[in-house]
C-alpha cells in the first residue's frame, strides 16, 4: 500500500528529468517527482509560455521553454506528456538532441499516453534502431479536468501504469521507470503494447467515444436546452468524461483506430441486439441481460481480488464480544444454503419458470446464483429472499465468459463439477484462500470414472478446477455404481447431477445417511429418483419441470442460537420454521441426548421438507459419547457443540468425524485452540475430540470460558461458535474474521444483539492477501 512518507532510498535520478507537455498529467508528474524528491531538477518544454513561467514561480521547474535543445541537456529521463499525435514530432528532437550529444544515447525516453503502438513506432521512426532507454508507460488515471491547473501530485495513487517492457529496453531504464512510479503511488503492472492497445480500446476508448457521442446527440436535438435541464443523474454519471480534452481524444481514436472499431463493431452488435429484444418484448432475455451486467459490475472487483460479493467483502471484521447470561425470544433463521444451492441449480435446468422463496442472501448461494447467470441463466432478484428463475432446460446452458468463482462455497464447486463435466463446453471453478485449500478428488475421481475430463489443477487435488465438458466432443457421460468412502452429501450430489446426462444409471451408495435435499429436489422438479436404503439412483435423460420452491429456514444457523439458549440460564428462545429434514437434525438428537430441554411444534411442510418451530430453553447439560451414525446428520453443528459440551458435566467425546478436517478449515484444529485459548481442557483425536466440560450439577450457570482472542480461519462457523460462547464467558471474547460469516448467516451479530448477546462488529480494510 501507498505511504506517502516513505521516500526512495537515494534518489533515482541523478541530473534531470525533462517533462515534455505541462498538461494535466505532465505537470502531475513533474509535481509527483519534485514532493518525492526523485530528481535533483526538473525541467519543462511547451508551448505556452504562461504555463511555463508559472510552473517556474511555483518552484516546480528550475527552466522552461517552447524548444527541447533549450532545456534537455543532461537529462537522465524524459517524460513525454503530449497528445498523441504529437510523438512524432517531439520523437524526432530527441533523436536530434541526442545526435548532438545534448543527452546520452542511454538517456530514459518515456510516456503517460494512453495509445503504446503508436510511441514506439514514432521512436523507431525517429532513432531508427529503438534505443535502449524507451520504456513507453500508461498511468490510467485521469481527471475531465485539463492543464497545468489541475495538476494534482497525488493523481496516480493506488492508480495502476501499465510499462510496457521491450526487447530494446534496458533493465535498468525498466527498473528506474517501476521505481518511479511506485515510489508516487502507483501500482505497476507490465504488458505488451499491442495487448496494452487492445484493452485500452474497450475500457478506456470506446467509452470516452461512447460519451462524447451521447453528449453530442442529446446537444443536437430540437429540445436540447431542456433534455439538459432536466438531465437526471444517469445522464451526469454516464457523460462526465465526455468533458476530457477534446485534442486528446482526438488523437487517441486515431492513434488506436484498428482496435477502436474492432471494439465499435461488437458495441454495434451488442447495440442491435438490444434494439430488437425492445422490439421483440422479449422481457426474459432483457432481465437476463441487465442482471447479467448488474452483477458482473459488481463481480469483477471480486475475481479479481478472489473475495467474497458483498460490499463488506473488501473489509475484514471482527466481533468484540462482552459476556452475557441470557437469551430470549422468538425468531426467524435466515434460509437454508443447501436447499437455496439446489434451487438454483435445479431452476435453472428445468423447463419453465421456477419461483423460490426464502432463498438464502449470503455469499455460497450468491456464488451459485452467478455462476448460473455467468452461464447465460435468467435470473430475477434476489428481493427479500425471492427469486425467479428461467429455467433453459437441461442442454441450455451457455459457456461462461470468464473462470467460475466459487468463493467460500465447498457445496457449489462440488455439485457444479458434476453439472459441468456433461456440458457442451469447458469450464474452470475458481474459489478463495479456503476453498482452494480443500479437496476436489473426492469428486474429480469418480467423475472421471463416469467418462468426465477433469483436472484439479492446484497443488494437492484441489481447485481450480479445469473441466471439458463432455459433450464437446459429442459423447456423454457414463451411469456407473459408485460406492462413497465418506458420507458426503456434496459428493452424493455430484455423481447424482452428472447422471442426469448420463448414458444409463448412476448409483451411488453411501456408508451412512448423509443429507438428502438433492434427492428431494430433484423428485420435486418431476425427475425419478430411486432410494434403496442408503443406495441411491437416476438415470440420465430426463427432465426437470420447473416449480415452486419455499426455502425453509437453515437448521445449520438455528445451530447456534440452540445452544446459546441452552447453556446459559433462564433463556428461551423459538426460531421459527426451521427445516426438520431427518437427514439434518443430528444437532436437535445430540442436544437432547446432552439432555437440553428441546420441543418442536407447529410441524408442517414447505416445498417438501419438514419444518417446525423449535424452543430451547435452559437446561443442564452432560457429557455424552456422541454416537457415531448422527456424525453426517450434524456435520456443520459441530463447532457449537464443542461450545455446549465444554459447558456440560463431564466428558464428551466425538469419534469418526475425519470430515471436520476438510471443512472451510480443519475444525478439529481451529476449534481446539479457540477452545484451550479460553481454558478449555480439550483433547485433539484423529477423527474427533475430547472436551472436559466445566458443568457444575448445582443448578447454577458458572461461567466456564475465559476472555481471548480467536482466529477465524475463514470459516464462518469457527467464527459464530465462539460468539456463542460469550453466554458462559468471565471477559471479552475477540474473534478475528469475522467477514465470513456472510458466507452463511447475513446479520448473524444483529440477531444475536437482539436476543440478548452483545457484539460489536468492527470493520476495516482486509489486509489480508
Ligand atoms: O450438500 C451440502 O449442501 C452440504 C454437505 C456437507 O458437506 P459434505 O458433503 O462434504 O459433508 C456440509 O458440510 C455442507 O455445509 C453442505
Ligand atoms: C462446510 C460448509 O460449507 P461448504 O462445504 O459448502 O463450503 C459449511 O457451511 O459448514
Redesign the pocket.
Known sequence: MYNPKRKPNKSPLSQQVCVIGLGLIGASVAQAIKDHGLSPRIVAVDRHALSLAEAMDDGLLQAGSAVLSDVVAGSDMIVIAVPVQTVPAVMNDIAAAMRAGLIASDCIITDVCSTKVNVIEAAQAAFGALPTGLVPAHPIAGAEHSGYHARRATLFVNHSVIVCTLESSAAKAITTVCRIWEAIGAQVMTMSATRHDQILAHTSHLPHLLAFNLVEQLAGHDDNLDMFRYAAGGFRDFSRIAASDPKMWHDIFFANDDAIIKALDTYNDYLQHLRTLIVQKDSTALMGLLGRAQAARRHFGHMLSSTPYTDTSTMSASYTITPSTTVSGTIAIPGD?SVSHRSIMLGSLAEGVTRVTGFLEGE?ALATLQAFRDMGVTIEGPHDGELVIHGVGMNGLKPSKTPIYMG?????MRLLSGILAAQSFDSVLTGDAS?TK?PMERVAAPLRQMGAIIQSTGEKGTAPLSITGRATAGETLKGIDYDMPVASA?IKSCLLLAGLWAEGTTSVTQPEVSRDHTERMLQAFGYPVTVDGNRISVTGGGTLTACDIAVPADI?SAAFFMVAAAISQNSELTLKQVGINPTRTGIIDILKLMQADITLSNQTHVGGEPVADITIRASQLVGIEIPEHLVPLA??EFPVLFIAASCAVGRTVLTGAKELRV??SDRIAVMATGLQTLGIDCEVTEDGMIINGKGVTDGSYPAVFGGGHIVSHHD??IAMSFTVASLRASDTITIEGTETVN??FPDFAGLANQVGMAITVTESESTEA
Open positions: 444454503k455460497d467460500n462455497s465447498g457445496t457449489s476453498l480443500r456434496q445449520s456435520i456443520d471443512k472451510e464462518h462457523r458466507t452463511s
